[in-house]
């Protein structure tokens, strides 16, 4: 329902909203959250707060949006790559709070899920601009971005759960290390066909 808007004034208060918001999340769980307890800590009405937002799942929506540096990895060299997905985890960290709330047990349900599947449907847009031809390796391409989709979200949530223990430009690192050499051979361990 929010709008971009270049108005100041409304630019203050979408970010007293957010920031109430995010405040009551690391005191109780999503689903005790209320539009009258969001606006009296941000200090508007209800009426403010629905001029913007059709409902809390709506503002939690509009924060989830703000995925947004996703995009930035539909850049086709390393550097660039690197940089989406730093952003990506800068992005979390920003919204630490929120982040951590929502894949907890209390948060929205499915939150987790259709994390994944924005990441899963950014993967299969970008693999074209990196040279993969869909569908023509030995397991299902859907499969694979999935399993990359999953790992990515799961590896975030570890990096916030663990109050992010080093900095988002490590963290981009290790993700982009652990994709390029999998797992196993990150660990240490070798396959039986690996010489």
């Given at each position: 329902?929010?709008?971009?808007s270049t108005d100041p004034r409304i630019e203050r208060t979408l970010q007293q909203i957010r920031g109430?918001?995010?405040a009551l999340l690391e005191t109780q769980s999503f689903d005790r959250i209320t539009v009258s307890a969001v606006s009296v800590r941000a200090g508007i009405n209800r009426a403010t707060f629905?001029?913007?937002?059709t409902d809390i799942y709506d503002l939690a929506q509009q924060i989830t949006d703000g995925i947004d540096p996703i995009a930035l990895l539909q850049q086709e060299d390393e550097a660039d790559l690197f940089a989406?997905?730093?952003?990506?985890?800068?992005?979390?960290?920003?919204y630490a709070v929120f982040y951590r709330a929502m894949m907890q047990p209390g948060g929205i349900p499915g939150?987790?899920?259709?994390?994944?599947?924005?990441?899963?449907a950014q993967l299969?847009?970008?693999?074209?601009?990196?040279?993969?031809?869909?569908?023509?390796?030995a397991m299902p391409t859907s499969l694979v971005v999935r399993y990359v989709a999953a790992a990515q979200v799961s590896f975030v949530q570890w990096w916030l759960e663990n109050d992010m223990p080093f900095s988002a430009e490590t963290a981009a690192s290790y993700l982009i290390q652990l994709h390029a050499d999998g797992a196993w051979r990150t660990l240490?361990?070798?396959?039986?066909g690996d010489t």
């Open positions: 329902m929010s709008q971009k109430a918001f995010l629905y001029r913007h937002y989406g997905v730093k952003a990506l985890f800068d992005h979390a960290a920003e939150f987790r899920a259709r994390m994944e599947e924005m990441v899963a299969t847009a970008l693999l074209p601009s990196f040279g993969f031809v869909v569908d023509q390796t240490g361990l070798k396959h039986a």
